[in-house]
């Protein structure tokens, strides 16, 4: 059987082992240690975010944003319902309440519906989460406007979009708080880890005291609030920095994978790829389309005899049995994706060869 090709997993740079050593040298063999800055520092430097930390999970770093914003129960929450339940979890622990908001031509979230959802709202919304889907920037600009002129708190999840950007600010940095994943699937892994950005220090300071078990400032441990251990380890810290280091390699990658597959399945007038709002350089964290008349899953059954991996699009949170009686904004535009779409493989390591048996495979399977 040929060697499976999955979605998007890790591809290491070739440096981590030995960043991975000298962490064991050192005996740093802990949720704190020179790496954890160094990961930290590398994140500001890309990103220009003044302040960073390093945590064990994206959904982590979502949590801790809600909490050193004071979001609680009975607050609301708005957020784009087309994306991954990492995204609204944290809304759950906090027991507030989330507000679906559709999407629009770009996939994410519509400014419009974001608009109608703050008049619909029942009381006064507390805080946005949205996500640049896929790596592709929301429409960010408007977003932010929108927030500041209802007062709401802005919060980026940039978990898939690392490395993407609109005009010269990457994602992540335009909200009050961003989060970036380092899952076994994003565009880089430390095989699990986030990081919470923001330029406001006190924030960053108060989540890092919560992600510590809120420990009080004594020898004996004294507790006023409550906290999480949610910090990063110094070793899978180590594998992050070496990963910093090929990020503009790995967006560089998936956009040539994007393009390929677009170059191969130009013919095929049904396809539409997920397109990039005008100002913005998306970092393709997955290649993803939508056909018109044929079905996905014919698609995805013929390239699993293939041992290939492909899968739907997320489905939108406001369908899911979850949040059967949730609060929502929607006109259907991200469920008639959710019905028509279909992600790509889109690893790094990839070959384009891969890639165009994969694209001859499709050909061969429309209807
Ligand atoms: C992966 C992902 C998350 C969760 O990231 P973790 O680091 O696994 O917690 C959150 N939101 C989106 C949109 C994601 O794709």
Redesign the pocket.
């Given at each position: 059987m040929k060697k499976r090709i999955f979605l998007s997993p890790p591809d290491m740079s070739g440096k981590e082992q030995e960043y991975i050593a000298e962490a064991f040298e050192s005996n740093y063999i802990a949720p704190l240690g020179p790496f954890v800055n160094r990961f930290e520092e590398s994140i500001c430097n890309y990103t220009k975010a003044p302040y960073a930390l390093a945590l064990s999970?994206?959904?982590?770093?979502?949590h801790l944003a809600l909490r050193v914003l004071g979001v609680g129960e009975g607050d609301i929450v708005l957020t784009s319902s087309f994306?991954?339940i990492?995204?609204v979890n944290a809304i759950l622990y906090e027991r507030a309440t989330p507000l679906f908001v559709d999407s629009d031509k770009s996939w994410n979230i519509s400014p419009t519906l974001l608009r109608k959802a703050i008049a619909l709202a029942p009381k006064k919304p507390k805080a946005l989460i949205i996500?640049h889907?896929y790596g592709q920037m929301a429409k960010i600009e408007e977003i932010v406007t929108i927030c500041k002129e209802h007062n709401i708190y802005l919060i980026e999840?940039a978990?898939?979009s690392l490395g993407a950007s609109f005009g010269a600010k990457q994602s992540g940095i335009f909200g009050d708080l961003g989060?970036y994943?380092?899952?076994g699937?994003?565009i880089l892994s430390t095989s699990?880890?986030?990081m919470l950005v923001s330029s406001n220090k006190e924030w960053i300071d108060k989540a890092s005291f919560l992600s510590t078990q809120a420990k009080e400032p004594y020898l004996h441990y004294e507790h006023k609030e409550y906290g999480y251990n949610y910090r990063l380890s110094n070793i899978l810290s180590a594998i992050g920095v070496a990963q910093m280091e090929v990020l503009d390699q790995r967006v560089a990658r998936k956009r040539e994978i994007f393009n390929l597959y677009k170059q191969e399945l130009s013919d095929i007038k049904e396809i539409s790829f997920m397109p990039e709002i005008q100002g913005s350089r998306g970092n393709r964290w997955l290649t993803t389309l939508t056909f018109e008349k044929t079905n996905p899953l014919k698609i995805i059954e013929a390239l699993e005899e293939n041992n290939i991996e492909s899968r739907p699009l997320w489905k939108p949170m406001h369908l899911q049995p979850l949040f059967a009686n949730a609060l929502q904004v929607s006109d259907g535009y991200s469920e008639k994706l959710f019905q028509k779409g279909l992600c790509l493989p889109s690893g790094t390591a990839m070959k384009n060869r891969d890639i165009i048996d994969i694209c001859t495979i499709i050909k061969k399977n429309i209807e």
């Open positions: 999970s994206a959904t982590a770093g979502l994306t991954f990492g995204s996500t889907l999840d978990a898939e989060v994943s380092f899952n699937n994003k699990g880890g986030g």
